[in-house]
């Protein structure tokens, strides 16, 4: 069995070819092509992208089932004859903040109710009132409101629809009743018909068509599931469940997991989503400038990030220099998206080396933040999975293995989204009757006995302290 999976990211599109033992048998990326405003794109591009990929792979190769993944929370409006209205605008573009104000203003306590996320810029919903604001020609030629995901799809099978996931990040979908909230859209004046049908993320919406064929190569007939969001994939890929943490030191930083039940008392502190399995919900926790921290001091401080890690790891363990890595707003506990970055307890005594360990820490430290709150109302989890540079780093593996409890595993494979797509699209026919078989024979993890390269236990402990005490005088 070989499952093709294709996923539009915000930086580049990719597209494998996964055999049944999670095996990536292929691989091609392309950057997406940037445009003027950083926080859009066109999906004529990413279509574009996708057909070039995926005629390089698909080339005598016979495919079983076709699996997309996608960037979540964009506002993407096409016409009747599926057609983008405007650029897509992705999950960072927060040029909503007027819109989100409003609705923070006149409908927190039921907002947060129906759908458990606050109404950050973020989220479609604020976008969808500011593009109706905006751009109200466009709006009423709006025919349906999808994600990156189902437009792929859609140019593949004719077919709109959504999955549950991505559903659950709109802020339209009601995640008590899994439903569209009828009710609360036409408080807004929002036509639920602007909605596509949403779907289980493993289940078959249709097939390649002559259409489809034309653009990729594909078989005509060739069954294509739903799909899920690139949260959501990457957290099936990396094996997240009940028992498990995922910690995601990327560009954002990301602590992820899974309950059974909707957790009210997590609201508006961490993000909390519908997963794969039926009532299963995922959570996150996040900070916006995770590894960007690194980017942005490397940056300022003419470092390359290699010289950066290199400092960092030559710092005097006994400093107290701690760094607020808030520069794109806090994320999660305290869900403020207003830039607030910084440092604290700066010594005379202080050198670059002491400022670069701070702003490798700094991120692991707000992720722990979020993982006390977690740990605390969902219960303690057996084991945590590190990944990106968490799983790269030893000096950042090293920070997550001294305040994390858990026992530490590593993913044999990186590319934890297309894994995640691939056990989508293995359940979606049938190879495995359901996704935590599919897991077990898709995903290998490899567990970390001890610390590289020395202990750092006291030092880390000890800035983590005195990074608690600052947010609580900041946010309590």
């Known amino acids: 069995m070989n499952v093709l999976v294709i996923d539009v990211g915000t930086t580049r599109v990719k597209v494998a070819l996964v055999s049944e033992k999670g095996k990536i048998i292929d691989f091609e990326s392309e950057f997406v092509e940037k445009e003027n405003n950083p926080t859009e794109q066109n999906p004529n591009k990413w279509l574009k992208n996708v057909s070039i990929l995926t005629k390089r792979i698909v080339d005598h190769r016979k495919i079983d089932v ?127 018909e602007i909605l596509p049908t949403i779907y289980k993320s493993h289940q078959i919406v249709g097939q390649v068509t002559e259409e489809g064929n034309k653009l990729t190569n594909i078989k005509k007939g060739t069954p294509v599931i739903a799909g899920a969001g690139d949260l959501i994939t990457a957290s099936l890929g990396n094996g997240v469940n009940n028992e498990t943490f995922v910690l995601v030191y990327g560009t954002a930083g990301q602590l992820l997991t899974t309950e059974s039940n909707l957790v009210e ?5 961490i993000f909390g989503f519908k997963y794969i399995n039926e009532e299963e919900y995922l959570y996150l926790g996040t900070v916006p400038a995770g590894g960007y921290s690194l980017d942005w001091f490397s940056e300022i401080s003419k470092l390359s990030k290699k010289e950066l890690i290199s400092k960092a790891n030559k710092a005097n363990n006994e400093s107290l220099l701690i760094y607020m890595p808030f520069i794109q707003g806090t994320g999660t506990p305290y869900i403020d998206y207003h830039p607030m970055g910084g440092f604290s307890g700066i010594d005379s005594a202080d050198r670059v080396e002491e400022y670069c360990q701070a702003v490798v820490e700094g991120p692991i430290f707000s992720l722990k933040e979020s993982h006390i709150i977690m740990a605390e109302n969902l219960g303690k989890r057996r084991n945590l999975i590190a990944q990106s540079l968490a799983a790269k780093i030893p000096l950042i593996k090293k920070g997550v293995i001294n305040l994390f409890n858990e026992d530490i595993y590593i993913p044999e494979v990186k590319e934890s989204s297309i894994i995640g797509g691939a056990i989508l699209g293995a359940v979606g026919i049938s190879k495995y009757k359901d996704i935590t078989h599919a897991q077990k024979q898709m995903i290998k993890l490899e567990k970390i006995e001890e610390i590289e390269g020395g202990e750092r236990d006291r030092g880390i402990k000890e800035r983590f302290s005195f990074y608690q005490d600052i947010t609580r005088k900041l946010f309590t």
Request: hydrophobic fraction near 35%; charge should be neutral.
């Open 66 to 192: 076709i699996s997309v993944t996608g960037n979540m929370h964009a506002l993407l409006p096409i016409n009747r004859s599926g057609e983008p209205l405007i650029n897509a605008w992705l999950w960072n573009d927060i040029h909503s903040q007027k819109s989100s104000k409003w609705l923070q203003e006149n409908f927190a306590k039921e907002i947060s109710q129906r759908f458990f996320n606050p109404p950050i810029p973020g989220f479609p919903l604020s976008k969808l009132i500011q593009f109706r604001e905006e751009y109200p020609d466009e709006y009423k030629k709006t025919y349906k409101l999808i994600q990156p995901k189902d437009f792929i799809v859609y140019k593949f099978t004719g077919k709109l629809t959504t999955d549950v996931t991505d559903a659950s990040g709109t802020l339209l979908f009601n995640m008590k009743n899994n439903e569209w909230d009828k009710e609360f859209l036409s408080e807004l004046n929002i036509s639920v």
């Open 265 to 269: 008392s997590l609201s508006n502190k």
